[in-house]
């Protein structure tokens, strides 16, 4: 049986050979599977937003008082727990490869989903919440696996892309949930069989993954990791402290993933809430739709003019107009409760009213999640140490899991004391503000950081590592002398006719962001200063007797 499913594994699987990364074209096939994960990773964690307040209301005998901070606790620990444990898993997906971590933590949400249904009691619910949470950091290990495999823009569109996919498939997990709770009850659980269908998908995702998805980190790069003392944990997370851009970037991603995840449990709550309390007295059914609208809206903004806005903008910008959408749409939830105060709530116009404005609210709510956390992911992994992606990626996902944790949390007091004043939009005018002050702070970062995280660096699959030192291979062909005129922009090199001459090795000392590689035989470099990645050749200025290799300033030694 196991040599059988090897062997079905090696005729599947993509050869990491032709997994090379491209500045042109999306790796789909590696892409195509991450995206699933991703899928079944939301599934596990938003899958219960319809029916956990009502788990604990009837199941737990909370009271509404109660429900609001109960709710946001359960929510929370599950992101306590992947701030404990996201930066080692980030970290041993460096050495050991991002296939077994995907893989583990596929498997304790798979599980956890089902479990959480059967839980008799709020502490049960809250360990399997926990032990999930501390098994599973697959978003942190999927973006260094799309950083292993795409460079260019087909790595800001992929890491977008996923980002994106994530809060989308969120929605469509809480919609989908919300239709199916209580359709059909299995031994008198009406909880159980979204639960069930969830952790079937992500258990098909699991054997894809064993099946089907290559090991994007190479083996050298591995060996690289494990033998360097530079690359150890603690040095790691120095270095990652030391980067002062890396340090604006998870601040971003820290305070934006308080606001998105106090943001969805904030909607439900609100949503739910009775009309006399100033809320909307919406169903399961109802919370169904309204994320449903929230998941359409990201997904027709993404088929439509989201990549137009990336490529005009740039990942800075994209994130800058995501915020203030992000604003606008927060503080307009609790204004739609406003139509049922001013007509009433008995007549068919305010429904209509009150269901429109619905609606429109949670579709920019669902257009400023598709600009927000997912260009930001992007923004760090252009801006991180490529040998370093999965610890960068982890660091980043367990800082922000303590904030998403910590939201719900602070959120759901925050909504506990604004009913005790009858006034429940205190929560939305303070997340509200939260997203404008990682406004301001995104327009802080420099131009020149700005240029930087614009651009990716080379992947480890063709550069073991960004050192800024980088060792020019020996040249295939023939050196003959080259003399450059000293413009910024290319120009014909004028070639003097010699004899051919032996193959050299020259030495060039480049700046961070600069990685040397080969494209067809010629040498070339990426430049990350700003626009869109080109490959322009590497012009050596003196001749194979005296190559410049003394380092002082790369800027004079290459002629870009």
Not at 268 to 278: A, D, N, Q
Not at 316 to 332: E, K, P, Q
Not at 429 to 443: A, E, P, V
Not at 519 to 537: F, N, Q, R, W
């Amino acid at each position: 049986m196991g040599a059988t499913f090897r062997k079905l594994r090696q005729s599947l699987q993509i050869d990491a050979k032709q997994t090379a990364p491209s500045s042109e074209s999306v790796p789909w096939r590696i892409v195509g599977i991450i995206y699933a994960v991703i899928m079944g990773d939301a599934l596990a964690g938003e899958m219960l937003s319809p029916f956990v307040a009502d788990m604990c209301k009837t199941r737990f005998g909370m009271s509404e008082a109660e429900t609001g901070t109960a709710l946001g606790f359960l929510v929370g620990v599950y992101y306590i727990a992947q701030f404990v444990s996201s930066f080692l898993i980030g970290h041993l997906s460096d050495r050991v490869g991002r296939r077994i971590p995907l893989t583990m933590g596929q498997v304790a949400s798979c599980v956890g989903t089902i479990l959480f249904a059967l839980s008799p009691s709020y502490a049960i619910a809250l360990t399997i919440r926990a032990a999930v949470g501390l098994t599973n950091s697959n978003i942190a290990v999927a973006r260094a696996a799309i950083c292993d495999a795409a460079v260019g823009k087909a790595r800001t569109l992929s890491l977008s892309y996923m980002g994106s996919l994530y809060a989308l498939s969120r929605a469509v997990a809480t919609a989908f949930s919300g239709f199916t709770v209580g359709a059909v009850v299995i031994a008198n659980n009406p909880y159980l069989f979204p639960c069930l269908l969830g952790g079937g998908f992500i258990f098909v995702v699991i054997i894809a993954t064993c099946l089907v998805f290559p090991e994007t980190q190479s083996k050298e790069q591995r060996l690289a990791n494990k033998n360097s003392s530079n690359k150890g944990l603690f040095a790691g997370l120095q270095y990652i402290i030391s980067q002062p851009v890396l340090l604006k970037l998870f601040t971003l991603h820290c305070v934006h993933s308080f606001g998105n995840g106090s943001m969805l449990i904030g909607m439900t709550m609100y949503f739910s809430l009775p009309i006399s309390m100033l809320g909307l007295s919406f169903t399961t059914r109802d919370l169904g739709i309204v994320f449903g609208v929230f998941g359409f809206a990201g997904f027709l903004f993404q088929l439509t003019i989201f990549r137009k806005i990336l490529e005009r903008n740039g990942a800075h910008g994209t994130y800058s107009r995501g915020l203030l959408v992000s604003m606008i749409s927060t503080f307009a939830v609790p204004l739609t409760g406003l139509i049922y105060k001013a007509f009433g709530s008995s007549s068919t116009v305010s429904h209509v009213m009150t269901w429109a404005a619905v609606i429109i609210v949670a579709g920019a709510c669902g257009i400023s999640f598709m600009m927000g956390l997912s260009v930001l992911g992007s923004m760090v992994a252009n801006a991180a140490d490529q040998s370093m992606q999965g610890l960068t990626q982890g660091a980043n996902q367990s800082f922000s899991s303590l904030l998403r944790a910590i939201g719900p949390m602070v959120c759901g007091l925050i909504f506990s004391f604004s009913l005790s004043i009858n006034f429940p939009y205190i929560m939305f005018i303070f997340l509200s503000l939260l997203y404008f002050g990682c406004f301001i702070l995104n327009n802080t970062i420099s131009e020149a950081d700005r240029r930087r995280i614009e651009k990716t660096p080379e992947s480890p699959a063709s550069a073991s590592s960004p050192a800024v030192a980088a060792t020019a291979a020996t040249i295939p062909t023939p050196i003959q002398e080259r003399k450059i005129a000293p413009q910024s922009k290319p120009v014909e090199a004028q070639t003097k006719p010699s004899a051919p001459a032996a193959p050299t090795r020259l030495t060039v000392v480049l700046p961070k962001w600069l990685q040397p590689r080969e494209l067809d035989g010629a040498y070339k470099i990426a430049s990350g200063t700003s626009g869109d990645e080109e490959l322009v050749p590497l012009e050596v200025v003196g001749s194979p007797s005296s190559p410049l290799d003394d380092g002082k300033n790369a800027e004079e030694d290459l002629i870009l």
